[in-house]
């Protein structure tokens, strides 16, 4: 049953309240059973189940994704783990599966924030699930920014470049077209201009682009050589070098690479950030 709207969802939740807890003793004999061909004892293993897999999905509602939606990916996780589960090593079926559920979920939300990759490395997509965590425990310290850059690379154990790399890659995230703008508002969709723009604002789009385009250029000529050729190679080309190419080319590891565009693409933020204010324009993340 599909859980997208509130009336499925409590229906849900009564329905699966209905199913019995197991003891060891049962789990263990319905485990194998299930081994031995029973489809009937597999499907018993999951229904008594699913209640915790409402309790996992709850964890993650901060994501802003339907509760349903994320209940329907943990029991997947959950009807995995009852065909790996083996009874021999003598755990509970749920503590075996709540790695399973937890991973289906991870999964999901990863996939669902954006079109772009967020989580490509262990390393990110632990960063992606722990950031929100360790920003929330930030916020009752009193500490400026660089602190708290350090404060949370420390508590994380990443370097402050993955910390900023997360922040910028999940403030980018997805919005569907079909969201309404406010409660009582009309949805995004009825909302985006149409495809052609006035003349007059075509003409003062261009006009501001070209003014935009010589403070870029006078800005980029304030880069040291370096910067210059990162900026143009790996922002403004239609083809960017990959970092490992970056990298060879400057004798340095991929992650220097990395740093360093990064420290460039601040460097020209700030010699940007004042002019495109005078011109009344946002400047893109």
Request: hydrophobic share 45%.
């Amino acid at each position: 049953m599909p859980l997208r709207d509130d009336n499925a969802l409590t229906l849900y939740l009564a329905e699966i309240g209905r199913y019995p807890l197991l003891d060891a003793a049962t789990e263990h004999d319905l485990a194998q059973r299930f081994i031995a061909g029973d489809r009937s004892a597999g499907r018993q293993l999951v229904t008594s189940n699913l209640r915790f897999v409402v309790r996992v999905a709850r964890e993650y509602r901060a994501y802003g994704l339907r509760l349903g939606d994320l209940i329907q990916e943990g029991n997947l996780g959950l009807m995995r783990a009852v065909e790996k589960f083996d009874p021999k090593r003598e755990i509970r079926l749920i503590s075996y599966a709540v790695w399973w559920i937890r991973a289906y979920i991870h999964n999901y939300i990863l996939h669902s924030w954006s079109l772009v990759k967020l989580g490509t490395t262990q390393t990110q997509r632990r960063l992606f699930f722990s950031l929100a965590k360790a920003k929330r425990e930030l916020d009752r310290l009193n500490l400026d920014d660089a602190d708290r850059l350090d404060y949370l690379a420390r508590t994380l154990q990443v370097a402050p470049a993955d910390i900023s790399d997360m922040e910028l890659r999940m403030a980018g995230r997805d919005i569907s077209l079909d969201v309404p703008v406010d409660v009582d508002g009309p949805a995004r969709v009825e909302t985006v201009p149409a495809a052609e723009a006035p003349v007059d604002e075509k003409l003062a789009a261009s006009e501001i682009g070209t003014l935009v385009a010589k403070r870029v250029k006078t800005a980029l000529a304030r880069l040291d050589p370096r910067e210059q050729f990162i900026i143009q190679h790996r922002v403004l080309d239609e083809a960017p070098v990959t970092f490992k190419e970056l990298g060879e080319h400057f004798g340095v590891s991929r992650e220097r690479a990395r740093q360093i565009e990064l420290r460039a693409k601040r460097k020209l933020r700030r010699l940007l950030e004042t002019d495109l204010q005078e011109l009344e324009m946002p400047l893109a993340a």
